[in-house]
């Protein structure tokens, strides 16, 4: 393989078989034939019915087919529709998921410029899929890059590669060659597909197209990651089979009881069984979950996280680990003018958000007017005059046009109303290898004498300076003051500031052109720091993540400097000199090494995409659950590789937002760990209704079974197979599906994450449950025994309205396993209280109902033996709101133990 930016230009044609006027159009033709369009290649699609019948093979799915096929044969006709429904809304949410794939790689193509200007002997605007390496391409500020290439001829070029390294500011590219082990974002005699000439002008040689390029090496890599089944999938997979047991469990030992031992008759035990089964498996299971993550993924919506992938919803609830991009992630993606230094002067602070032209100036603490200051009104002035930028309002947000750096100091004027670019003569646009930019310009003070601006680094600056403005007056420049300067320059570069030195130079008013040779004997006015701020919101939210027990790790494509500069603003890390690491230095590390400072370290830099998908797969290696959050073409394959893919909604590139899980509308860091919040609370609901389930279905399970081995044989079917079946349709769905819109409880943030390998039903539950599941039953049977003297009818009545309501009043229980439900608010879930409402109606109905009462063979029920038994039912609430009392007081008590234990030998030391 080749390294050319490790070759000289010479060396680099010679290699492609090129020359500085390019190819012939007939080698050009033979070439593309050789190497292809230049274009990534989208692979042959598989057969979207094929896709669809894919997702019928599940588990779950397979349960609900038994399910709908056992209704349909005993004549429940609506039940087989109601399961058959849901069978294919899960397969349609399947089919959907499984085209995100090939929508990311199509997304990448948009990347692809359609036209480059390329010398085929003459200079000629082709087809930019045309392009073969060896073609010579002329670049402009503004051009989209076209292809890889190595650069022949430049002139003062500079272009913006976020997008692809992460890199905040504008690169000022070299011709030098470089060692061969150099870094993607650090080859600066290259240029890359995809990304934007922000300045200048050059002539390379491609190199790389279509899938050989940076870019295709990141489409590449998406299509090699395959996403494992998902945390949710995989729970509810469990969940389905631990379901499936307990309801096949209670069918299968109820038909031997009622047919070998009490002697049913076939048909009638056989339907009883069949009712049983059906009344058991979970076919409300995935309506529900389908509730829980549609009303989580809208909560989120909400707080400005959009989920791509329902089952999104519920991972989040998981998450440990925030693996997170700097660049429009943490910060704005913006270049901020912050400080302001004037010789003789303190430090001016400016305040101020992205591009709009709108902030304070502060002064020793103090708001200052600029027009006042005549010493920064001039450095303002010089800001706006020498400057190619444009800072433009569309859609109601500020944008650029040009160079970042040179936006921001025109952006520092505007906030000062200083506009100079209308007085401008001549031009000289910023030389990497003077590291000034300058202009001619009119001053509109006094008699309209002109003078040459000049902006640039400090250093190049001050050595073609004689003088210093300061008092407001130009005073002649001492070492003492050059020395204080660069000592200044010094205090902002450490806060990882770029900093810029602005100066100017009066010439007569007859001069009309500008040239290198009149930049000399400058005047220095100041120097300012900028920076790609952090967001706003994002300190609190690294703190609110921590006190979830989140952890949150930087992973950008930017200079160590910078990204630790910015960790510390954000509170990311509290060290004055934390630990960082570049990918070179962690490919020096062995594969112990580099997993233990994938666990340790907060910060990583100068990483290329390959690298971000490593770190992603060692956490995940490591147990964690990973949400990786970015915006750029650099950040896609880990996006898609994490658990949870992040990835921004306004600066964010189709391919970033394509290959994640969730996007952010407001592209706020903050917001991830609101959606955190916002997922901890669906996976309670998702326990909770669960819960709520697994409980009615025991109960019921319990209930028939002790039925038939207590009574004789024409007393042992506590219900009958329809009676099962409308028992199932009062309790189970409606009000296991309004648990899916109960809001979170406390302090959810405040709280551990969750294990990964933690399962929806666990050993927590097992108390609780067979208190509810024993009262129930006990009052079933004790109801059933009371009325059984007033005939079989009655008696199966009076157990059917107890089975119901203790199953109502349990879904009280179940708004919270840990706080009362008077504290939390009776009528807080206004879902749960429709459902209730409902559910009631559906049992009122086929009581009070001449024609349903006999199609069902209830008996009539008073209205005091109604309220009575209802009123015998709310113990099931009364236990419940005992059990949770008893157990938060001893929660509490061992804590307060744990305290004084860990108090007592301090004591004991200051007793000594």
């Known amino acids: 393989m080749a390294f050319f930016h490790s070759m000289p230009p010479e060396e680099v044609l010679r290699t492609l078989g090129s020359g500085p006027r390019g190819l012939s159009n007939e080698e050009a033709e033979k070439r593309l034939e050789k190497y292809g369009r230049n274009e990534i290649p989208e692979k042959k699609a598989t057969n ?140 600066k005699n290259m240029v890359w597909m995809g990304t934007f000439v922000a300045g200048g002008r050059a002539k390379a040689v491609v190199v790389h197209t279509g899938m050989q390029t940076a870019i295709g090496k990141v489409a590449e890599d998406i299509g090699k990651i395959e996403k494992k089944k998902t945390h949710f999938k995989n729970k509810t997979d469990k969940l389905a089979k631990q379901m499936a047991i307990i309801a096949s469990a209670g069918a299968f030992i109820a038909f031997p009881i009622g047919y070998f031992v009490k002697g049913i008759e076939f048909s009638q035990i056989f339907l009883f069984t069949i009712a049983s089964l059906v009344s058991g498996i979970p076919e409300g299971l995935p309506a529900v979950m ?36 700097k660049t429009g992630t943490l910060t704005e993606n913006t270049m901020n003018v912050r400080r302001v230094v004037l010789p003789g002067q303190e430090e001016i602070e400016v305040s101020g958000s992205g591009w709009e032209p709108q902030g304070n100036f502060f002064q020793d603490k103090k708001k200052i007017n600029p027009s006042e200051n005549r010493h920064l009104s001039r450095l303002l002035k010089i800001a706006s005059a ?58 509109v003070e006094g008699d309209r004498k002109r003078q040459i601006y000049v902006v640039g680094a400090p250093e190049a600056v001050l050595q073609h300076s004689r003088y210093v403005f300061r008092s407001n007056v130009p005073e002649e420049m001492t070492k003492e003051t050059e020395e204080d300067i660069l000592g200044r320059v010094n205090k902002l570069t450490d806060k990882a500031m770029r900093v810029l030195a602005l100066a100017y130079r009066d010439v007569s008013s007859d001069t009309k052109n500008l040239s290198e040779e009149m930049v000399k004997d400058l005047t220095f006015v100041g120097i300012v720091g900028m920076i790609d701020p952090p967001r706003p919101e994002a300190k609190e939210a690294v703190l609110k993540a921590k ?149 009615t279905n025991f109960a019921e399970s319990v209930t028939f079974i002790t039925g038939l081995l207590m009574f004789p044989k024409e007393f042992s079917l506590i219900l009958l197979p329809t009676q099962v079946l409308w028992l199932n349709l009062v309790t189970d769905c409606v009000t296991g599906a309004s648990l899916a819109a109960e809001p979170g409880h406390g302090q959810v943030l405040r709280e551990k994450p969750r294990k990964a390998e933690e399962e929806i039903l666990n050993r927590e539950i097992v108390p609780f449950l067979v208190l509810m599941v024993g009262i129930m039953v006990f009052l079933t049977i004790g109801s059933y025994i009371f009325y059984l003297p007033q005939g079989l009818e009655k008696a199966r009545t ?57 199609v069902l063979q209830f008996s009539y029920m008073g209205f005091t033996e109604m309220a009575t038994l209802v009123l015998i039912s709310s113990s099931v609430l009364v236990a419940g709101e005992l059990y949770k009392l008893l157990k938060n007081q001893r929660f509490l008590s061992r804590k307060n133990f744990e305290a004084q234990e860990t108090t007592t030998p301090v004591k004991n030391v200051m007793k000594v």
């Open 547 to 695: 006190q979830a027990g989140v952890r949150v790790i930087m992973t950008t494509g930017d200079h160590k400097g910078t990204a630790i500069a910015i960790a510390r603003e954000i509170g990311l890390v509290q060290e004055e000199t934390p630990r960082a690491l570049t990918e070179q230095e962690l490919r020096e590390l062995s594969e112990q090494e580099f997993e233990k400072v994938v666990s340790e370290v907060s910060i990583f830099a100068r990483l290329t995409p390959g690298m971000k998908l490593r770190i992603a797969e060692t956490l995940q290696k490591q147990g964690k659950i990973v949400a990786m959050t970015g915006d750029g073409v650099n950040d896609a394959p880990a996006l898609k590789k994490s658990d949870i893919g992040v990835s921004m909604g306004i600066i964010g590139t189709d391919v970033a937002r394509e290959s994640s899980d969730i996007v952010l509308a407001d592209d706020n860091f903050a917001s991830i760990v609101n959606a955190i919040e916002e997922g901890r609370i669906v996976f309670n609901n998702v326990r909770r209704s669960s819960f709520f389930l697994i409980t």
């Open 48 to 187: 979207p019915v094929f896709v669809f019948l894919k997702q019928f093979n599940n588990l779950m799915i397979y349960i609900l087919i038994v399910a709908a096929l056992i209704s349909f044969l005993i004549g429940h006709v609506i039940d087989t529709y109601v399961i058959v429904f849901v069978i294919f809304v899960n397969a349609a949410i399947g089919f959907v998921q499984e085209e995100k794939a090939e929508t990311a790689i199509r997304a990448l193509k948009k990347m692809i410029v359609p036209h480059a200007k390329v010398y085929r002997g003459d200079l000629v605007k082709t087809d930019a899929r045309s392009l073969v390496p060896g073609d010579v391409i002329l670049l402009e500020e503004g051009d989209r890059i076209p292809a890889d290439a190595r650069l022949l001829d430049i002139k003062n070029l500079r272009t913006v590669e976020s997008s692809l390294t992460g890199e905040s500011f504008p690169v000022d590219k070299q011709l030098k060659v470089f060692p061969e082990k150099t870094q993607l974002a650090d080859r």
């Open 386 to 443: 020498c400057n190619n930028s444009k800072v433009l309002k569309k859609d109601g947000r500020y944008e650029i046009m040009g160079d970042p750096t040179e936006a921001a100091i025109l952006t520092l004027a505007k906030k000062a109303s200083v506009d100079g670019f209308q007085d401008r003569i001549d031009d000289l646009p910023f030389n990497p290898e003077l590291k000034y930019r300058a202009s001619l310009s009119v001053l």
């Open 290 to 325: 389908a509730v829980v993550l549609a009303l989580g993924a809208r909560r989120m919506a909400k707080r400005n996280a959009i989920i791509r992938t329902l089952p999104a919803t519920d991972t989040l609830g998981v998450v440990n680990v925030i693996a997170t991009d």
């Open 798 to 854: 009076g157990a059917f309205v107890i089975m119901s309501f203790t199953q109502l009043f349990n879904l009280l229980n179940m708004r919270s396993l840990k706080n009362s439900v008077f504290r939390i608010g009776l009528l807080s879930n206004r879902y749960s209280v429709a459902a209730l409402l409902l559910s009631v109606a559906f049992l009122f109905v086929v009581i009070y109902i001449p024609f349903l009462r006999e």
